[in-house]
């Protein structure tokens, strides 16, 4: 099945420390989602996107819509040890409840 | 946000067995449910879409009839792995969205491991 391409794939930083990823597709999407999924757990969502451009907030996690509508990127500011895990962009084409296209993943890594 | 029950959390099983996992949404009615599989290290692919009342909509490479999914009602639709075999052992999750809901929640997932 198609994929997003989301990067980098891997990320190694220090607590405190910003973070910052993206995913870029060929195709628009109408919906970008934003999910962070722990070792055996289900994903769980971040933040939503419905509008190109539009920018979002929640708590120390910020994403953005481009407004090419092809890409999204997700900032992580002064990590802290419970934002070990994988992020993954999700996007979806149509409106409702059309499927999400998954990203490949970021794993994010906090050295002590 | 909404809460989507999945159940078993894991499973293990002999191979020729089949196993059933079963999904919920606790808070909402989910007319739209979907079915992803995960493998070690990789990202979610989705194997079908379920709508409450109507047959699975499979995507390309997946067996509906290794894959059994039942939508029966607006908060349950199970996935049935007949006849399981080692190549089945993967990470199931399931996800759920309302009427009017454009998110998308996410079950715990299941671990199935297959003999």
């Known amino acids: 099945g198609q994929q997003l391409n989301q990067s980098p794939q891997s990320m190694f930083i220090q607590e405190g420390e910003d973070v910052s990823m993206n995913c870029t597709s060929s195709?628009?999407?109408?919906?970008w989602l934003w999910y962070k999924q722990d070792p055996g757990e289900g994903p769980v969502l971040l933040i939503a996107?419905?509008?190109?451009?539009e920018l979002t907030s929640n708590g120390r996690l910020t994403a953005q819509f481009g407004i090419t509508r092809k890409d999204s990127f997700l900032n992580i500011s002064a990590s802290i040890p419970s934002d070990v895990g994988i992020y993954f962009c999700?996007?979806?084409?149509?409106?409702?409840?059309?499927?999400?296209?998954f990203g490949t993943g970021t794993r994010l890594t906090i050295i002590p | 946000g909404a809460v989507v029950s999945q159940h078993p959390s894991r499973v293990i099983c002999k191979s020729g067995t089949s196993v059933k996992i079963e999904c919920r949404s606790l808070?909402?009615?989910?007319?739209?449910m979907f079915w992803y599989r995960q493998f070690p290290k990789q990202s979610l692919m989705l194997m079908a879409t379920?709508?409450?009342?109507?047959?699975?909509?499979?995507e390309q490479g997946v067996e509906k009839d290794k894959f059994l999914i039942n939508h029966a009602s607006l908060t349950l639709s199970t996935l049935t792995v007949t006849s399981a075999h080692p190549e089945d052992s993967s990470f199931y999750i399931c996800?759920?969205?309302?009427?009017?809901?454009?998110?998308?929640?996410f079950g715990s997932g299941t671990q199935l491991s297959v003999l």
């Open positions: 996800s759920a969205s309302g009427r009017t809901n454009e998110k998308l929640f």
């Open positions: 195709s628009i999407f109408n919906t």
């Open positions: 996107l419905y509008k190109a451009g």
């Open positions: 999700a996007g979806r084409m149509g409106f409702g409840n059309e499927k999400l296209t």
């Open positions: 808070d909402f009615q989910a007319t739209t």
């Open positions: 379920s709508n409450e009342g109507s047959k699975a909509t499979y």
